[in-house]
């Protein structure tokens, strides 16, 4: 199983950070160099990104 989470929401970083979530790191998509942000997953990101998706 996967211990990283991406995310490429400017919106959910901000509501993350917001609830005391950190990411561990910023990196640019090679791709089309969009910015993202990587989480180690846990039980309180898993919560957070549950009642994210429950209000979007």
């Given at each position: 199983?996967?211990?990283?989470?991406?995310c490429?929401?400017?919106?959910?970083?901000?509501?993350?950070?917001?609830?005391?979530?950190?990411?561990?790191?910023?990196?640019?998509?090679?791709?089309?160099?969009?910015?993202?942000?990587?989480?180690?997953?846990?039980?309180?990101?898993?919560?957070?990104?549950?009642?994210?998706?429950?209000?979007?």
């Amino acid at each position: 199983m996967n211990k990283l989470y991406c995310c490429y929401s400017l919106n959910l970083r901000n509501y993350l950070t917001k609830h005391g979530v950190r990411y561990e790191l910023c990196a640019n998509n090679p791709n089309n160099n969009n910015r993202f942000w990587v989480y180690i997953k846990n039980e309180e990101l898993s919560k957070l990104l549950n009642e994210w998706s429950a209000n979007q």
